[in-house]
């Protein structure tokens, strides 16, 4: 018996000493750790890692770089960029990940168990109190086990899949970050490459004006020495001559870093030369164009601002974490099943199946759900109220970017003037020193005014630029199209520059601020059905309901409605259009128009004459025909109704007064295959030719009002013509 036990203990030592041993080791080990600083080695080798990315080669500079190669070039290389692009290609792997929560745990299990005695135990008879006596075990000492178990919770479930609705949200968000990275670099570089051009064009010119007035202080103080002049009357000339050197050596410092900022925005590598593509002199001389009204901008940036679009979608995970929240009150089913072996030799079934289902619930949950529901709301709300005061300030950004734009546009006016009027002085200075009536002093003056003059008009048409991008950045515009065929350079350049040439007519075909907070209407509403025509009226003469215009139009004679015409009438929703005027008919606006026509009571008029009666009269108001084919028109908006559309061309023609004689406007009105919605187009013509419908607009724009000027295509004129033909024969 003492040797059992003395080989028992022997068995223990052996069994725990190992054990004890490797754990002193680990606690030891975690004990000893300590700060440790970078090497040299692991320094350089990280230095070396970062610049084979910052510095990797990008396409060859072969030509002179433009402003939207410039753009382009940032958009692939620039580092900002990459990074965003990261954090959304990180975000997308988090959604992928995400989705993986949702499904059931598969767990399979290997296992080896032993022990160093049997696990035996003894019975006790209840009924008598005693035991048996007898140990007995059911379980070997070695034993290998395994499984392969399936669980599913139901609430885990529904928790995983709002948790991977947020996480694409997140994905969402980190691409409205990437566009507001985008949309700041356009602007930078947009800033940077029209001072770089200032530079360019200013720094070959100051060089040798930097030598002449070097030497002209060379000679100043040569005649000092010698006394040839009065001494105050030297010292002034000097003094002169070294404010002068002073100013051209500040113009110099502003100008000299402006190139390299442009090819740091571009990634290039920094000191890397690189030549700008110089625009036209016409260029030069003509502001960037804005033929967008603030209230077009503003519906613009309300639907595309990066920021309100994040907000929209922090509310979208905001409604998701209500959700999660209220979901983690309910009671949590469990769903489980299991194949398991064991290689016990006492058990009967070695191998089995076991499945099962469990419910449970913390019930102090429902102590709590008041109040984790009104946190919940809270959350919600103030995301909501973060939202509308942040499209307060993004309509204040518009409309303060629309304001610095048109100051600084009648600056750049003004400079231009005084650059020219500086030229033209220089001009003079130069003829009558060349004659020896002035000093070179004078003429040395006049030339820094006439260069201080054109940088001060190149750098007011630079900051004139970073108005214009600024306006497009409080507008939320995108350079880029969602999706391109390639990410090549050339690829990129060209979309850049359709982008850029394109997105003016885009903010025009938003609807207004106003028509979107007006009342919407139901289509019976909008459009009035006509009242039946009976067959004893089928000669009666239509006269549609006047639409105020500038000046009365002239009245066209129509043919008399036929009974084949009258009885094959379409339904209200198929008439095409409605000219409110003999000016010009309505284009083919979409494949598919949706009319609203004015309403047009028909008249009961006298019973047909004989055959041998005189026609009948003109109607009091035209109607399209097909002898009204104008290609050229006025855009002056869409509108959520035909009411608001006649209103706002009262308006229009009020202002107008006599200036708009012969001006007519049509509706032409379109569905919206988002929402079913109608949006009633208005637009002028009966116009003699294009200059006089830019003349128009231009008296339009006056009274803070948009208006395009529009070509029709042959294509056009041909779906206009057969529209009216149709009309005609109503």
Known sequence: ?????????????????????????????????????????ENLARVRTDLGVVLTPQEPLTKAVSMDEAMARAIKYNLDERVKLMEVAVATDQLDLSRYDMLPRVVAAAGYVGRNNDAGSESLNLATGRRTGESTTAT?????????????????????????????????????????????IMQDVRTAYWRAVAAERLLTRLA???????????????????????????????????????????????????????????????????????????????????????????????????????ESYNQRISADETWRSLLKLLPGIDVNAALRYDSNSFLLNQRWADYGARISWNLINLVSAPATKSYAEAQEELIAFRRQALSMAVLSQVHVAVLQYRELKQEFALTAEQADLDTRIRSQYINVGEAGQVGELGVIQSEVTALLSDLRRDLVLADLHNAYARVMVSAGVDPLPETMAANDLPTLTQAVSRGLSSWQERANGVIRVKDLMAAPKTAAQEVPKPEPVKQDAVKQEPVNKPVPVAAAPVAVPTPAPTPASVAAEPAPAATPFVLASSASPVPASSPAPVP??????????????????????????????????????????AYASHRLAEQEWGIIAKRLGTEGNG????????????????????????????????????????????????????????????????????
């Not at 002034?236 to 100008?255: A, D, G, K, M, W």
């Not at 036209?280 to 001389?285: C, F, G, I, L, R």
């Not at 919206?672 to 002028?684: E, F, H, N, W």
């Open 1 to 41: 018996m003492k040797t059992s036990t003395a080989h028992l203990r022997h068995r223990l030592l052996s069994s725990v000493v190992p054990v004890a041993v490797l754990t002193a080791s680990l606690l030891a080990a975690g004990c000893a750790v300590k700060p440790e600083p970078l090497t040299a080695d």
């Open 140 to 184: 070997d000492r070695h034993r290998r086990t395994g499984d392969l178990a399936f669980t599913w919770n139901v609430l885990d479930f529904g928790v995983s899949y709002l948790r991977a609705r947020q996480n694409a949200n997140l994905v969402l968000i980190a691409d409205e970050r990437r566009r507001r990275v985008v949309q700041g």
């Open 208 to 310: 040798p004006l930097e030598k002449r007035v070097e030497g002209a202080r060379r000679d100043a103080r040569t005649l000092e020495a010698l006394r040839v002049q009065a001494p105050l009357q030297a010292l002034n000339y000097t003094r002169t001559l070294v404010e002068t050197l002073r100013q051209l050596q500040s113009l110099r410092r502003e100008l000299v870093a402006s190139k390299s900022q442009l090819g740091a925005l571009m990634g290039l590598p920094p000191g890397e030369p690189f030549e700008i593509e110089m625009p036209a002199a016409s260029v030069m001389q003509s502001p960037p164009k804005l033929d967008v009204g603030a209230e077009a901008l503003e519906t613009y940036a309300l639907l595309n601002r990066p920021e309100l679009l994040e």
């Open 596 to 637: 609203v026509p004015v309403p047009a009571p028909v008249q009961a008029a006298a019973p047909a004459p004989a055959p041998t009666a005189q026609p009948a009269a003109a109607p009091a108001a035209p109607v399209a025909t097909a002898s009204f084919s104008p290609v050229i028109q006025a855009d002056l908006g």
């Open 663 to 730: 001006v007519g406007a049509l509706y032409a009105a379109t569905r919206r295959s988002q929402d079913g919605k109608t949006i009633v187009q208005l637009r002028a013509g009966g116009f003699a030719d294009r200059t006089a419908a830019e003349r128009f607009c231009h008296r339009v724009k006056d009274s803070q009002r948009e208006c395009t000027v529009r070509t029709l295509s042959a294509q056009e004129q041909q779906s206009d013509s057969q529209t009216a033909d149709r009309l005609a024969s109503l």
